[in-house]
């Protein structure tokens, strides 16, 4: 009985333990990428390197494991992976980072604490979220939006006194100041930036959500999404970087530990892990525990880049972080748990019946009279 009870509380703990390991793998990549590019590397290069860092390190495990589960392609199947690697590699994670050129790590992170309340909308519209009107968890799930949203808001309009930073950063300290200062200008566009990527970021989930319905294969639609994407990356990175090849070039430094970390964590294992969660949980849950991600950046940041925080911002962070906290126990009700299998007891008289009757142990839907009592006994040949 208790080691029933242990492997009922560990399949339940599955997936709240997979969508923190997303949410530290995601709070490395963006302290990392802040890094990186206050060395100077290009956000667009450096997009088109961690796909194809990706790609390579999936694919072997997708070719193997997927190979009795990966169904046919066909084009429908393919336009919406070409959708996907468009959405989330290249529109998503190119504003994302260029807003935290214009912000900083922790504002960045702090931002895509709207994405839950996008995603609950879209996926409310795509009949993928139920709401009941009377039902005390969708009223919570209602208000928990609205409250994040508002919480965003107050990050980004409300800056309030600095209350200070810890240790030394590892990027250039002019550039590192005039992310971190006063630019208004500067902050509204970079946050411009970060909500249109956390759009297309919802916009993703939702579109994997919905891919792996017909495309039940994580590792092989993850090595898709990471190939197609570095591709329509390298496009758009020739584009906006024509004329300095010199982008193109990275040695042994922070820049390469930045693309090989996030390729394998921020795209490869990323995407995988949160393809296998909303199989049972749905797109909302997947996206609930960003403020987890924001927590972790503002302390690593703090600590390596020494990014200085803001009363308006911790202020704004928590309002997010108490909404979210509504959304996520207005969802705890829309999953039910399979029922715990039992091993019910054999009753003597039932242990007799079944040997008097163990002749007829291949007939299908019989009907056998016992004394005054007739049993129905339905077995599979």
């Not at 046919?72 to 070409?82: E, G, N, P, Y």
């Not at 979220?129 to 039902?135: A, F, L, R």
């Not at 970390?261 to 995988?272: C, E, F, M, W």
């Not at 200085?308 to 039910?336: E, H, P, T």
Request: with cysteine; hydrophobic share 50%; aromatic share 10%.
């Amino acid at each position: 009985m208790d080691n029933l009870r242990t492997r009922n509380w560990l399949e339940r703990a599955k997936p709240f333990i997979a969508v923190v390991f997303l949410q530290f793998g995601f709070a490395g990549v963006d302290v990392l990428f802040k890094a990186a590019m206050n060395k100077g590397m290009s956000n667009y290069v450096l997009v088109v390197y961690r796909h194809a860092v990706a790609f390579i390190v999936i694919t072997p495990f997708a070719f193997i494991l997927d190979k009795k589960v990966r169904p046919k392609m066909t084009m429908s199947i393919f336009m919406k992976i070409v959708a996907l690697s468009m959405l989330e590699p290249v529109i998503d994670q190119n504003l994302y980072f260029l807003g935290m050129k214009y912000t900083t790590a922790t504002f960045a992170a702090a931002m895509t604490n709207i994405i839950p309340a996008i995603t609950f909308f879209m996926a409310y519209i795509l009949r993928l979220e139920k709401i009941k009107i009377k039902s005390i968890h969708s009223q919570a799930k209602v208000v928990g939006t609205l409250v994040t949203i508002s919480g965003a808001m107050v990050m980004t309009l409300m800056k309030g006194p600095i209350l200070g930073a810890l240790g030394t950063h590892l990027g250039d300290n002019h550039n590192q100041q005039h992310n971190n200062g006063t630019n208004i200008q500067h902050t509204i566009k970079g946050t411009i930036m970060i909500i249109t990527g956390c759009f297309s970021w919802s916009c993703f989930v939702i579109l994997q959500s919905i891919t792996l319905d017909t495309y039940p294969a994580e590792l092989s639609l993850t090595s898709w999404i990471c190939l197609l994407g570095a591709f329509e990356g390298a496009v758009v990175a020739m584009i906006m970087e024509r004329g300095n090849p010199s982008v193109w070039f990275v040695k042994w430094d922070i820049k390469l530990v930045a693309i090989i970390y996030s390729g394998i964590v921020g795209s490869g294992l990323a995407y995988y892990v949160q393809g296998v969660v909303m199989q049972t949980r749905g797109p909302v849950f997947v996206t609930a525990f960003s403020p987890l991600c924001m927590v972790i950046v503002a302390i690593m940041s703090s600590i390596i880049l020494a990014e200085q925080l803001f009363l308006g911002r911790v202020i704004g962070a928590i309002i997010i972080v108490l909404g979210l906290y509504l959304v996520v126990w207005g969802k705890s009700k829309d999953y039910n748990p399979p029922s715990p299998i039992s091993i019910e007891p054999i009753l003597p008289d039932k242990q007799i019946a079944n040997e008097g009757n163990v002749k007829m142990e291949h007939c299908n839907d019989e009907v056998i009279t016992v004394g005054s009592s007739s049993v129905r006994i339905i077995t599979q040949e």
